[in-house]
C-alpha cells in the first residue's frame, strides 16, 4: 500500500501568565515618578491658587505637596489617581502589606541597637555612628567581632533598576548598589529609548535568617 505522509499543525503556545502586583494604596507623587501627575499638582500650586483661588478652599503656595495632591485627584479626567501617602511614607501596600517608611524605621532602630561608634575595633565598621560587623560575624565586646555560632536575622539593603511600573517582590532581579550602576552604564543609558524604560533606582531594606539545615551545612549566617 501507499504510504501517505501526515502533517502536523504546531502546537500554538500556552497563554503567558500574567501575575499581577497587588495595588497600592497610596502614593505620593515625585517629579520623576509621575511626571503628568507632578506637572497637574505645579498648575495648582503656580496658577491655579492664583487664578482660582475659590477652586481650592484652604490651600496656598505653601502647602505640602500631599495636599495638592488631594486637590489634584478632584480632577476624574487627571492624570493624579492615587490618595498621597501619610508624610514620611512613599508606597503603601494594602491589608497592612506595610509602607517605605516602615523599612526606614525597622533599619534605624536596628541600627540603634548596635554599639556607639567613635571606636570601632577592627574588623568592625562604622555605619551612622555605630559600630557594625561585617556578614557572618557578630559583636564582641573584646574582639571587636566574632564569628556567629548560631544563625542570625540579618536585615541589610538591596537594589534594582526599574521602569515607573509597580512589580510584586517575587522572581525579580536586585543587586547591591555597584551592581545596579554597572547596569545601568553597561546596558541602560547606552540604548534609546532607555532598555526597559528603566527610570529609577529602587532600594529594599531586606531581612533574611538561614535555616537550620543550611547554617549546619555552611556554618554561615548569610548565604
Same mark, same amino acid.
Given at each position: 500500500? #501507499? ?5 502536523? %499543525? ?21 517629579? =520623576? ?6 506637572? @497637574? ?8 491658587? /492664583?487664578?482660582? #483661588? ?17 486637590? *489634584?485627584?478632584?480632577?476624574? &479626567?487627571?492624570?493624579? &489617581?492615587?490618595?498621597?501617602? =501619610? /508624610?514620611? !511614607? ?13 523599612? /526606614?524605621? %525597622? ?7 548596635? =554599639? ?9 565598621? %562604622? /555605619? ?21 555560632? %548560631? ?9 534594582? *533598576?526599574? $521602569?515607573? *511600573? ?8 536586585? *543587586? ?10 553597561? @546596558?541602560?543609558? !547606552?540604548?534609546?529609548?532607555? &532598555? ?16 537550620? @539545615?543550611?547554617? $549546619? ?7
Amino acid at each position: 500500500g #501507499e504510504l501517505a505522509a501526515k502533517v502536523l %499543525e504546531p502546537t500554538a503556545p500556552p497563554p503567558p501568565v500574567v501575575i499581577y502586583p497587588p495595588p497600592m494604596t497610596c502614593r505620593t507623587v515625585s517629579p =520623576a515618578g509621575e511626571p503628568k501627575c507632578w506637572q @497637574e499638582i505645579m498648575w495648582i500650586k503656580q496658577h491655579g491658587l /492664583v487664578e482660582h #483661588e475659590d477652586w481650592y478652599p484652604g490651600l496656598d503656595a505653601s502647602s505640602p505637596t500631599e495636599d495638592l495632591q488631594k486637590a *489634584a485627584l478632584k480632577n476624574t &479626567k487627571g492624570h493624579c &489617581k492615587l490618595e498621597p501617602c =501619610a /508624610v514620611g !511614607q512613599i508606597e503603601c501596600l494594602p491589608e497592612n502589606g506595610g509602607c517605605v517608611g516602615d523599612a /526606614v524605621t %525597622e533599619a534605624n532602630t536596628w541600627l540603634g541597637q548596635q =554599639a556607639a561608634g567613635g571606636a570601632c575595633k577592627v574588623p568592625q565598621v %562604622e /555605619v551612622s555612628g555605630h559600630c557594625v560587623c561585617p556578614p557572618n560575624m557578630v559583636l564582641d565586646s573584646v574582639q571587636g567581632c566574632k564569628p556567629a555560632t %548560631e544563625r542570625q536575622k540579618m536585615t541589610f539593603y538591596m537594589y534594582r *533598576a526599574q $521602569s515607573d *511600573a509597580i512589580y510584586g517582590m517575587e522572581n525579580v532581579n536586585m *543587586a547591591d548598589v555597584a551592581g545596579v550602576l554597572w547596569y545601568l552604564h553597561r @546596558e541602560v543609558v !547606552q540604548s534609546i529609548p532607555r &532598555k526597559y524604560n528603566v527610570t529609577r533606582i529602587l532600594r529594599y531594606l531586606v531581612t533574611v535568617k538561614n535555616t537550620e @539545615e543550611a547554617f $549546619s551545612h555552611k556554618a554561615a549566617i548569610y548565604g
